[in-house]
């Protein structure tokens, strides 16, 4: 399969009402801001001479146009998380990177770069693509574990973990807590049956909390 493929048309692959789409999206729209994804709309809120974020994008149209000098690109609408529309602007050459597969149903991870040219005009740039759901998937394989006195409830480490959370599942999740009585050091493995993608600021706040011992992420 092409990197980039052309879709002669948009595939109703996703739910209209009126205006109003149904998010193809995976998961809640504060998981993916836990991940630094913003929506695209974030590049007009300033008027600084550059800006660069990484955003989220459903694929739902491409066309392929060129440019006055012969050179190929792509039109490529998009959803974000929020559910809100965008269009890019895609030059292969101009990529620093691209692993994901550019086509109708797909969803990719975009670095996208706000500049002013010489003349003060702003332009926007799609610096690099990637697929979306192996960046989530390398998160999810990210372990961590826990170890906690008698004294720290379960309870209290899942409720701080909770702005953290990517999803339920059916098995094992990547999360396990180690509570450990400290006059006969018996040991209680505790597994939680959701995946994570913890911040290092949140393992620093729950490493103050009194009760907990150890926190290992590898």
């Known amino acids: 399969m092409n990197a980039i493929s052309r879709s002669l048309r948009a595939k109703e692959i996703y739910d209209v009402t009126g205006i109003y789409f149904i998010s193809p999206f995976n998961y809640e729209t504060h998981f993916y801001e ?54 890019v602007f ?42 979306l759901e192996k960046f989530i998937g390398d998160r999810k394989r990210k372990q961590y574990r826990f170890v906690i006195s008698t004294k720290c409830k379960v309870s209290r480490i ?12 059916s098995n094992e999740g990547n999360v396990s807590i180690t509570v450990q009585d400290e006059e006969s050091q018996e040991k209680t493995n505790i ?4 995946f994570y993608d913890i911040s290092s600021e949140m393992i620093e706040n729950i490493k103050a909390v009194e009760g907990v011992f150890e926190i290992q992420a590898e």
């Open 34 to 87: 836990s991940l630094g994804i913003k929506e695209f709309s974030t590049l007009s809120k300033t008027t600084s001479d550059f800006q660069s974020i990484l955003t989220a994008g459903f694929i739902t149209d491409i066309n392929l146009k060129t440019t006055n000098n012969g050179k190929q690109y792509f039109l490529v609408s998009l959803i974000d998380h929020r559910v809100k529309t965008f269009d």
């Open 191 to 194: 597994s939680l049956p959701y």
């Open 158 to 169: 899942s409720s701080l973990l909770k702005g953290a959370l990517m999803n339920k599942t």
């Open 90 to 131: 895609i030059f292969p050459d101009r990529l620093t990177a691209l692993t994901a597969d550019i086509e109708v149903g797909t969803f990719v991870l975009l670095v996208i770069e706000k500049v002013k040219d010489q003349n003060g005009h702003s332009r926007v740039n799609v610096k690099s693509v990637r697929n």
